[in-house]
Nanobody, 122 residues
Framework: QVQLVESGGGLVQPGGSVRLSCAASGSDFSSYAMGWYRQAPGKQRELVAAITSGGRSNYADSVKGRFTMSRDNAKNTVYLQMNSLKPMDTAVYYC????????????????WGQGTQVTVSS
């Protein structure tokens, strides 16, 4: 059974940084693409970043240049390094395992973590 567990969220001041982690179990982790999504109150869940099994990442325009997604296959973990945080980044962040790419965009699969809250506020 696939399990994804996110961690690393919390309260951070504008301009600050935080690193999220998503640990996977129950799958051949290194074979799958993964994505980070976020959902703010009253808004739809949106793709923030995705990474291929080979380690190539891409990002939403709103986070490009500020966020970096990476993976450590030895630890079955993906990371989202978030710098220069803004209040608009406040959301619950979710990781997704096993999605595919359509027209260059990551399409999620059924495996989701429980989410971790990131609040950017002074």
């Amino acid at each position: 059974q696939v399990q994804l567990v996110e961690s690393g969220g919390g309260l951070v001041q504008p301009g600050g940084s935080v690193r999220l982690s998503c640990a996977a179990s129950g799958s051949d982790f290194s074979s799958y693409a993964m994505g980070w999504y976020r959902q703010a109150p009253g808004k739809q869940r949106e793709l923030v970043a995705a990474i291929t099994s080979g380690g190539r990442s891409n990002y939403a325009d709103s986070v490009k240049g500020r966020f970096t997604m990476s993976r450590d296959n030895a630890k079955n973990t993906v990371y989202l390094q978030m710098n220069s945080l803004k209040p608009m980044d406040t959301a619950v962040y979710y990781c997704n395992l096993g999605g595919t790419y359509s027209s260059g965009s990551y399409v999620p699969y059924k495996y989701w973590g429980q989410g971790t809250q990131v609040t950017v506020s002074s």
